[in-house]
């Protein structure tokens, strides 16, 4: 039995602000209600953590 695998290289995201958050506020209703996105002015995208990526890593083949 084998295992196929392809070995990744991830890449660290690098900001100059982290944890830095911009808010949004969405209407005008009684209660405060934000969309909140990144604002960390990244150097260094990295590599992207989302279903494409997880999905491409955890494609290890078994062959007999």
Known sequence: ???NFQKST???R???NPNRRKLT???ESEG???IVERDDN???EGTPFNAST???TSKIGFQT
């Open 10 to 12: 991830w890449i660290d």
């Open 1 to 3: 039995m084998s295992i």
């Open 14 to 16: 690098i900001a100059d």
């Open 42 to 44: 990244p150097t260094v």
């Open 54 to 56: 997880m999905n491409a």
């Open 32 to 34: 405060d209600s934000y």
């Open 25 to 27: 506020k969405v209407g």
